[in-house]
T-cell receptor, first 112, second 114 residues
Framework: RKEVEQDPGPFNVPEGATVAFNCTYSNSASQSFFWYRQDCRKEPKLLMSVYSSGNEDGRFTAQLNRASQYISLLIRDSKLSDSATYLCVVNMNSNSGYALNFGKGTSLLVTP | ETGVTQSPTHLIKTRGQQVTLRCSSQSGHNTVSWYQQALGQGPQFIFQYYREEENGRGNFPPRFSGLQFPNYSSELNVNALELDDSALYLC?????????????FGPGTRLLVL
């Protein structure tokens, strides 16, 4: 079983729609959680960190449920520029040091 | 831009050859991590260097090796290349190792093994 699993996607939504991505992680010792965004043929870029209390950054809201080992990302009022792959990322200290464990990513296409 | 640079941007090699990829970390960052991203997959952790010492390693064979230099730049070396080594290789730098430390990624090196 992969350590971080995401919705398979792709998600095709019209501009202005609300879309939600879900992610589960297997290791309860995981310490920190992130969403990264990756545009086609580019490097991943940090979108936001995810905290137990939930956090919001403009149109983006991230939630963490440690008991269920579940992370979510909600995008409201989708823009064409939101089209990208969204990577759920978990960081835990292990024999791998402070390695980021990435999900496979979920592709989002926002259409006019 | 993150200030993390990688070279070369693209590379084509044949099976059995050796390759060296280079990364310059963001100014002030002493930690560099390397990741392999195959097509359609998320990045997979290879190893991390902190102050010139290996600080953790993922599930990659010993033919993947690395170095970090006193200026905190880093190299990834892959020996005896296999077709499955074709991927985007990303390096990421952070201020220090740690759970909440943001890792800033470079643009990557695309390696094709024929």
């Amino acid at each position: 079983r992969k350590e971080v699993e995401q919705d398979p996607g792709p998600f095709n939504v019209p501009e202005g729609a609300t879309v939600a991505f879900n992610c589960t992680y297997s290791n309860s010792a995981s310490q920190s959680f992130f969403w990264y965004r990756q545009d086609c043929r580019k490097e991943p870029k940090l979108l936001m960190s995810v905290y137990s209390s939930g956090n919001e950054d403009g149109r983006f809201t991230a939630q963490l449920n440690r008991a269920s080992q579940y992370i979510s990302l909600l995008i409201r009022d989708s823009k064409l520029s939101d089209s990208a792959t969204y990577l759920c990322v978990v960081n835990m200290n292990s024999n791998s040091g402070y390695a980021l464990n990435f999900g496979k990513g979920t592709s989002l296409l926002v259409t006019p | 831009e993150t200030g993390v640079t990688q070279s070369p941007t693209h590379l084509i090699k044949t099976r059995g050859q050796q390759v060296t990829l280079r990364c310059s970390s963001q100014s002030g960052h002493n930690t560099v991590s390397w990741y392999q991203q195959a097509l359609g997959q998320g990045p997979q952790f290879i190893f991390q260097y902190y102050r010139e010492e290996e600080n953790g390693r993922g599930n990659f064979p010993p033919r993947f090796s690395g170095l970090q230099f006193p200026n905190y730049s880093s190299e990834l070396n892959v020996n005896a290349l296999e077709l499955d080594d074709s991927a985007l290789y990303l390096c990421a730098s952070s201020l220090v190792p740690g759970f909440q430390e943001t890792q800033y990624f470079g643009p990557g090196t695309r390696l094709l093994v024929l």
